[in-house]
T-cell receptor, first 116, second 109 residues
Framework: ETGVTQTPRHLVMGMTNKKSLKCEQHLGHNAMYWYKQSAKKPLELMFV???????ENNSVPSRFSPECPNSSHLFLHLHTLQPEDSALYLCASSLSSGGANTGELFFGEGSRLTVL | AQRVTQPEKLLSVFKGAPVELKCNYSYSGSPELFWYVQYSRQRLQLLLRHISRESIKGFTADLNKGETSFHLKKPFAQEEDSAMYYCALLNYNTDKLIFGTGTRLQVFP
């Protein structure tokens, strides 16, 4: 499958649960991102991985833990979340040349997370 | 601080009417700006970037450094243009793409 694929598309979890979001890209990109999309707020960049190395952690609480085992896969591990963490989590990828972002991101369809 | 402002949450027009989606930015360096679009039930995707100076689906956007604006325009709106539109700014120093809150465009028949 081409493009950026996210699973699951919907997730409901309690505050004590541990779950993970998965993202896969088959575009040959080297950079991958997690964004959070909440109602009435701009898209918030959470994490950036460039050639599997984390280059950005945008002051994200430790209850969100990213993992990038290779350039094609990105995970977001979730643990003891709060109800305000309910949002749409978007994964994206891009080409990264010498660290320079071209600005063109390819997004997945998102994982809708509800924390009860 | 870098910031992208889209003042309108919703813009409603009739088919054939001109459309202007506003975007203002705050950035100390030389900006690179983009418009992304999300159609119903589709993923967010790049519409156009200012350095390309191209027209995509009839949309154009001109960077105005004096007014720090990058408004998206189309002379005659079509129903299929109905979507969420996000303006974004690339911070070259941090490689971060900063998004605005988005404007929903509704085009009525």
């Amino acid at each position: 499958e081409t493009g950026v694929t996210q699973t699951p598309r919907h997730l409901v979890m309690g505050m004590t649960n541990k779950k993970s979001l998965k993202c896969e890209q088959h575009l040959g990109h080297n950079a991958m991102y997690w964004y959070k999309q909440s109602a009435k707020k701009p898209l918030e960049l959470m994490f950036v991985y460039n050639f599997k190395e984390q280059t950005e952690n945008n002051s994200v609480p430790s209850r969100f833990s990213p993992e990038c085992p290779n350039s094609s896969h990105l995970f977001l591990h979730l643990h003891t979340l709060q109800p305000e963490d309910s949002a749409l989590y978007l994964c994206a990828s891009s080409l990264s040349s010498g660290g320079a972002n071209t600005g063109e991101l390819f997004f997945g369809e998102g994982s809708r997370l509800t924390v009860l | 601080a870098q910031r992208v402002t889209q003042p309108e949450k919703l813009l409603s027009v009739f088919k054939g009417a001109p459309v202007e989606l506003k975007c203002n930015y705050s950035y100390s360096g030389s900006p690179e700006l983009f418009w992304y679009v999300q159609y119903s039930r589709q993923r967010l995707q790049l519409l156009l970037r200012h350095i390309s100076r191209e027209s995509i689906k009839g949309f154009t956007a001109d960077l105005n450094k004096g007014e720090t604006s990058f408004h998206l325009k189309k002379p005659f709106a079509q129903e299929e243009d109905s979507a969420m539109y996000y303006c974004a700014l690339l911070n070259y120093n941090t490689d971060k793409l900063i998004f605005g809150t988005g404007t929903r465009l509704q085009v009525f028949p």
